[in-house]
């Protein structure tokens, strides 16, 4: 029962580089949503899907894109990193809007 | 503007005492609430949940309460043990955009 699959687990990439976080979830969730973790702060959403083909920002949306051609894989991508985007990257899925999350072990990501 | 706020950065409690986690929120649209537990290098994981319509769920050791008027949540564990100590991250639903408080970390003490 794997749940929310979040690959790499760590990634230190230079300023300016691309790269792409991938999530894969095998609940058969149509939501799902990607959150970034700072010290001292909670988990602040940065885009979400309700469906395939639906995506839409959260609070925190800059610097990031993201698509959902399929239920099961939400791609988070980095344009072009920034010493910003310094943080760990949680993704998540539900069955709906209105029900508890389920998050991925995370990836940790250093930009220099 | 953060929305969900968590005042107590930390909190130490000895093994089978009661552990009290307090959350304010300011949004009147919250309509679930959650809490997580969180340990390090992994992601959160559900702990209990509250609807806008109730004033307290109970599920075993942990007990949520809502007071509405007040804009304040708390949860209650107990009794405490060693396996609970952990970052606890309240949050507030919104048509499925979660708001997180910046979390308490609890310290279960012999």
């Known amino acids: 029962n794997a749940g929310v699959t979040q690959t790499p687990k760590f990634q230190v990439l230079k300023t300016g580089q691309s790269m792409t976080l991938q999530c894969a979830q095998d609940?058969?969730?149509?939501?799902m949503s990607w959150y970034r973790q700072d010290p001292g702060m909670g988990l602040r959403l940065i885009h979400y899907?309700?469906?395939?083909?639906?995506?839409d920002q959260g609070e925190v949306p800059n610097g990031y894109n993201v698509s959902r051609s399929t239920t099961e894989d939400f791609p988070l991508r980095l344009l072009s990193a920034a010493p910003s985007q310094t943080s760990v990257y949680f993704c998540?899925?539900?069955?709906?809007?209105?029900?508890?999350?389920?998050f991925g072990q995370g990836t940790r990501l250093t930009v220099v | 503007d953060q929305q969900v706020k968590q005042n107590s950065p930390s909190l130490s409690v000895q093994e089978g005492r009661i552990s009290i986690l307090n959350c304010d929120y300011t949004?009147?649209?919250?309509?679930?609430f959650l809490w997580y537990k969180k340990y390090p290098a992994e992601g959160p994981t559900f702990l209990i949940s509250?609807?806008?319509?109730?004033d307290k769920n109970e599920d075993g050791r942990f007990t949520v309460f809502l007071n509405k008027s007040a804009k304040h949540l708390s949860l209650h564990i107990v009794p405490s043990q060693p396996g609970d100590s952990a970052v606890y991250f309240c949050?507030?639903?919104?048509?499925?955009?979660?708001?997180f408080g910046a979390g308490t970390q609890v310290v279960v003490t012999p």
């Open positions: 509250i609807s806008s319509i109730k």
């Open positions: 609940m058969n969730h149509e939501y």
């Open positions: 998540a899925s539900s069955p709906t809007q209105n029900t508890e999350a389920f």
């Open positions: 949004n009147s649209m919250f309509d679930y």
């Open positions: 949050a507030a639903n919104s048509w499925g955009k979660l708001q």
């Open positions: 899907s309700v469906g395939a083909g639906i995506t």
